[in-house]
Antibody, heavy 122, light 110 residues
Framework: EVQLLESGGGLVQPGGSLRLSCAASGFTFSSYAMGWVRQAPGKGLEWVSA????????YYADSVKGRFTISRDNSKNTLYLQMNSLRAEDSAVYYC???????????????WGQGTMVTVSS | QSALTQPASVSGSPGQSITISCTGT?????????VSWYQQHPGKAPKLMIYEVSNRPSGVSNRFSGSKSGNTASLTISGLQAADEADYYCTSYTSNSTVVFGGGTKLTVL
């Protein structure tokens, strides 16, 4: 069974850092692009970042560029999101998602984790 | 990158068909055939319903269909069922090599 399990969320002060992890299973991890999508409480979905299967290409939303870094360890089947200089507006549920295998890295996501909550507050 | 424009809500009766629009620009929806649609039930993770404008992933009912004309994409649900009541989001690849979501549409089955 294909599964994604996020971890690492929690409460952090403004300006602080947090690293999210996403453990993947049930598919050949290195063959697929992966990404992060977030959802603030009561709000819509927002695309955050994506990375190619090899990890050689990565893409970011303007709202997080320069503060967040996406990476992956294909030997551990794990995706990461390093979040620095966190702001209150970064508070959201962060979903890890698997690329469906299209031509481009930033195409659709066909498998999603259950999400991990990040709260940025003093 | 501005969010794609979706109606805040749509409604329909069981058995009817509804269409949700998703309007972007010539830098996203109008330029690429990389439009996707997601369904999200309350408290749940999103589910991919349509990718690359009109393709359905395995396991998605053929009651769901997608199309595009110019800068506007559309999701049509035919034979509406109570289980279809959810939030629906469109996305598009953009000229900045990023992805933009629509604001979401709440579907109510009357």
């Amino acid at each position: 069974e294909v599964q994604l399990l996020e971890s690492g969320g929690g409460l952090v002060q403004p300006g602080g850092s947090l690293r999210l992890s996403c453990a993947a299973s049930g598919f050949t991890f290195s063959s697929y692009a992966m990404g992060w999508v977030r959802q603030a409480p009561g709000k819509g979905l927002e695309w955050v970042s994506a990375i190619s299967g090899s990890g050689g290409s990565s893409y970011y939303a303007d709202s997080v560029k320069g503060r967040f870094t996406i990476s992956r360890d294909n030997s551990k089947n794990t995706l990461y999101l390093q979040m620095n200089s966190l702001r209150a507006e970064d508070s959201a549920v962060y979903y890890c998602a698997k690329g469906f295998g299209g031509v481009i890295v930033t195409d659709a996501f066909d498998i999603w984790g259950q999400g991990t909550m990040v709260t940025v507050s003093s | 990158q501005s969010a794609l424009t979706q109606p805040a809500s749509v409604s329909g009766s069981p058995g009817q068909s509804i269409t949700i629009s998703c309007t972007g620009t010539s830098s996203d929806v109008g330029r690429y055939n990389y439009v996707s649609w997601y369904q999200q039930h309350p408290g749940k993770a999103p589910k991919l319903m349509i990718y690359e404008v009109s393709n359905r992933p395995s396991g998605v009912s053929n009651r769901f269909s997608g199309s595009k004309s110019g800068n506007t994409a559309s999701l049509t649900i035919s034979g509406l069922q109570a289980a279809d009541e959810a939030d629906y989001y469109c996305t598009s690849y953009t000229s900045n090599s990023t992805v933009v979501f629509g604001g979401g549409t709440k579907l109510t089955v009357l």
